[in-house]
């Protein structure tokens, strides 16, 4: 690279990205008053807060306007969720603030993780007193009894699931919820300093903290100590002289209290987050305009369909159930209370129509609070605008022809039209596979972390959904590149969650689908494995969504067949991918027979996709065949792309160049 000629010096341009941060900062904080105002503007005109569409245009219109500066679109996108988000949080806090409490009832002392989770909930309220718990019921009991305004409690866990001594606390229906809280306990084990790992003898912990970690300590053999709540082990720990026991707490309480961390990051899953409710005396109201949940209790009569017909209440009124939990009823065998959470409010018109008819088909039903959901989800910016297209609006693929009246095929029923009408579509990490048309696209294999990295920016960057890459690769030559496996799989997943993109990969045979399935967020059966019956079984138990290629020389028959076998065993969400059969033809690698496409949308409601890259096995003829694939009604395309083809180190020759891919992502979403 050459410089220009008078690049001023070192300082003086640092001075000038100072002065830019500055003045970044200043519009931050004049954005963040302007979201107070508008707050205050909603509140008299009662306003929806939100509009998801709005923001999603306008997120559109940003990304054109950065894109048109230089700037990529996944940075802008990233920072203006970060922007949009706190100023959303800024305007609940003037719509819904978090009322001021003194006193607030959790478990256990300062170490615990209730108190993390009040103290970051009622955050910058001066004077804030938690009033420590040994047991659940305590808590309860000092709310009950008027020693504290509110409570917080967890009541699930990523990992555990349901909290069942929170919700039996719950059950008598006089406690309102008023609040949620998200917290994310990054488990540590922790001892006295000079203590090492392998001199521990016991650990104690809260039962809910040590279930969390079951697989490290499970590992280790370590005997384990139940006690009252994560401070009570922290206690002990730091009570005890020369022993050796050890406890499971936040690193951060663990190093205020002078204990040194042993493991960090014991929890099962990295991603562990529990939920707390905080609770209180009365209900409180929400504003109409606040996006925010509503928490039930019920009990229905013992007879068929009773529990559906409450169900069926909310689904007619187009509320949405965000979950459900039963519980038993002492003195009462087998009469289960039912605890709901759904969103929206209780005051308005379809929550409070929905609660009217379900009253008249349950036995009991109260309304156990009202609260601001936490969480407040990010708007995605549409694909069509990432593929750099004017806009707007994708033709939406066509439906297939209403289904005539037809016999249940022989051989396959559960994937046909005859079994369910209507498309199936398959939701995946935010991703709807089987309605608009999607592009799945990446490498061939998974042969570096530069590699893949580079692959998930670029597709994310031009509006791919999934992330495509093999980490066990079917070769034909025993000789040639077979993948990088597991490790490979943990480079694909890290690159599609920093770009958010879900990804797919094969597994190839049935030992491996439970570790595969464990990572991947969809799972691939290759060509070669269409009619491998065991693994199409193993992949039929697996939770993930399959897509099922088309074996080289095989029927549409045999694959709907093939098919079947996944669903048979459970798993419903299957999808079928062309990609090309053997014929008498040379010119291409394979045949890419674009007919089975429509022919399927009538026999099938699975998602149909079509992998133009293997199927012409040229790069040049990707994108037309992607194309025509659109055109036919495939419910997306898979592609393969490489930062470098002539190094990739299988299929290169089918590679698209990253600028080639761009290109035919603007085609395929270009106003039509
Ligand atoms: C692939 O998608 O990486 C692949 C090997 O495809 P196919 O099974 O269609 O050959
Ligand atoms: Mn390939």
Request: net charge neutral.
């Amino acid at each position: 690279m050459t410089l220009p000629a008078a690049v001023p010096p070192l300082h003086s341009l640092r001075e000038r990205i100072t002065a830019l941060d500055e003045a970044l900062l200043e519009v931050l904080a004049e954005r963040q008053q302007l979201a107070r105002s508008i707050a205050a503007v909603t509140q008299e005109d009662a306003q929806p807060m939100r509009d998801v569409e709005r923001e999603q245009q306008l997120l559109g219109q940003h990304v054109q306007r950065a894109r048109a500066l230089g700037l990529k679109a996944g940075f802008v996108t990233r920072i203006f969720h970060a922007v949009l988000e706190e100023s959303l949080r800024a305007q609940r806090a003037v719509l819904a603030p978090v009322p001021d409490v003194t006193r607030v009832a959790v478990l256990g002392g300062e170490g615990s993780y209730s108190a993390l989770a009040a103290r970051a909930h009622f955050e910058g309220q001066e004077g804030l007193e938690l009033v420590p718990g040994a047991r659940f019921a305590d808590v309860v009991q000092t709310l009950r009894q008027g020693g504290s305004a509110s409570a917080e409690l967890p009541i699930e866990n990523s990992i555990t699931g349901s909290i069942s001594a929170v919700y039996d606390l719950r059950r008598d229906g006089d406690l309102c919820v008023v609040g949620e809280h998200y917290l994310q306990p990054r488990h540590a084990l922790v001892a006295r300093p000079g203590l090492s790992l392998s001199q521990v003898q016991r650990v104690l912990g809260h039962p809910q903290a040590l279930a969390q970690c079951e697989r490290f300590l499970q590992g280790r053999r370590l005997p384990l100590q139940f006690c009252d709540s994560t401070d009570h082990a922290l206690r002990q720990v730091l009570a005890q002289g020369a022993g050796a026991l050890a406890a499971v707490a936040s690193p951060e309480v663990a190093a205020a209290e002078g204990l040194s961390v042993l493991a960090s990051d014991i929890a099962d899953a990295a991603d562990n987050e529990t939920r707390f409710l905080v609770l209180a005396r009365a209900v409180r109201e929400v504003p109409l305009n606040v996006p925010c949940k509503t928490s039930l209790l019920f009990s229905t009569w013992q007879r068929p369909g009773a529990l559906a017909d409450v169900l069926l209440v909310f689904r007619d009124a187009g509320v949405n159930l965000t979950r459900i939990e039963s519980r038993p009823t002492p003195g009462q065998s087998w009469q289960e209370l039912f605890f709901v959470d759904l969103d929206g409010n209780v005051q308005g018109e379809a929550v409070a129509a929905a609660l009217q008819a379900a009253a008249r088909c349950t036995r009991t039903l109260r309304v156990l609070g009202c609260y601001p959901s936490e969480r407040l989800p990010p708007t995605g910016v549409p694909a069509a605008v990432l593929a750099q297209a004017q806009l707007p609006a994708v033709e939406p693929v066509p439906a297939a022809a209403p289904a005539p009246a037809r016999k249940a095929p022989k051989g396959w029923t559960l994937a046909s039209r005859a079994h369910k009408p209507q498309d199936t579509v398959i939701e995946v990490g935010g991703v709807r596979i089987g309605a608009d048309f999607l592009v799945m696209a990446g490498p061939c294999a998974v042969e570096s972390e530069p590699q893949v990295e580079a692959c998930a920016a670029w597709a994310a960057e031009h509006g791919a959904r999934v992330l495509r890459g093999g980490c066990f690769k079917p070769r034909t030559s025993p000789y040639s590149f077979q993948g990088l496996g597991l490790p490979g799989l943990a480079l694909l997943k890290a690159a599609g969650e920093r770009h958010g993109l879900p990804i797919i990969t094969e597994v190839m045979s049935p030992e491996d689908v439970e570790a595969v399935a464990a990572t991947a967020d969809n799972l691939q059966v290759g060509a070669r494995n269409m009619q491998n019956f065991s693994l199409l079984k193993a992949v039929g138990l697996a939770r993930r969504p399959v897509m099922l290629k088309r074996g080289l020389m095989s029927s549409i028959e045999e694959w709907l067949q093939a098919a079947e076998y996944i669903l048979a065993a459970g798993n419903q969400q299957v999808m079928l991918c062309e990609r090309g059969i053997r014929t008498f033809e040379t010119a291409t690698r394979n045949t890419l027979d674009l007919s089975a496409v429509p022919v399927l949308r009538e026999l099938t409601h699975l998602p149909i996709l079509v992998d133009p890259s293997h199927a012409v096995g040229r790069r040049d003829l990707v994108a037309p065949m992607a194309l025509a694939a659109r055109a036919v009604g495939a419910h997306g395309i898979i592609v393969e792309f490489h930062p470098e083809p002539e190094k990739a180190l299988s299929d290169g020759p089918q590679a698209l160049y990253p600028e080639q891919f761009a290109r035919m992502m603007r085609d395929l979403y270009a106003e039509r």
